[in-house]
């Protein structure tokens, strides 16, 4: 287990256990968020436990995965961290652009 923390904090950049437990605790806490959050959203669209798959995953990307990268940014910036999870945003927004530029 150690040597998987160590790896991460390397991968991550960080030194500190205290900052890789308070990134681990965002993480959580931005996922439990977006599971409390999913329901209401989907209810105010009209999605029921019915509807099928398909249209609940095309509705779940460009709604509700927008809304855990906030989540991140906002538990991360109450939690100390905003610094680690904007760098993470902007990758993740440059890795998007490059992959829709794309011919």
């Known amino acids: 287990m150690k040597n998987t923390i160590d790896r991460l904090k390397a991968k991550w950049?960080?030194?500190?256990?205290?900052?890789?437990?308070?990134?681990?605790?965002?993480?959580?806490?931005?996922?439990?968020?977006?599971?409390?959050?999913r329901k209401p959203i989907?209810?105010?669209?009209?999605?029921?436990a019915t509807t099928p798959l398909w249209i609940?995953?095309?509705?779940?990307?460009?709604?509700?995965v927008p809304l855990y990268q906030i989540s991140l940014l906002i538990f991360g910036a109450?939690?100390?961290q905003?610094?680690?999870?904007?760098?993470?945003?902007?990758k993740l927004g440059r890795f998007l652009?490059?992959?829709f530029r794309r011919p």
């Open 13 to 37: 950049g960080i030194t500190s256990n205290l900052d890789f437990f308070l990134i681990l605790i965002v993480f959580s806490i931005a996922g439990m968020n977006i599971s409390f959050c």
């Open 42 to 48: 989907f209810s105010l669209i009209g999605i029921k």
């Open 56 to 64: 609940k995953t095309l509705v779940y990307i460009p709604l509700i």
């Open 82 to 90: 905003f610094a680690f999870f904007w760098e993470k945003e902007k």
């Open 78 to 80: 109450l939690l100390g």
């Open 97 to 99: 652009l490059r992959a």
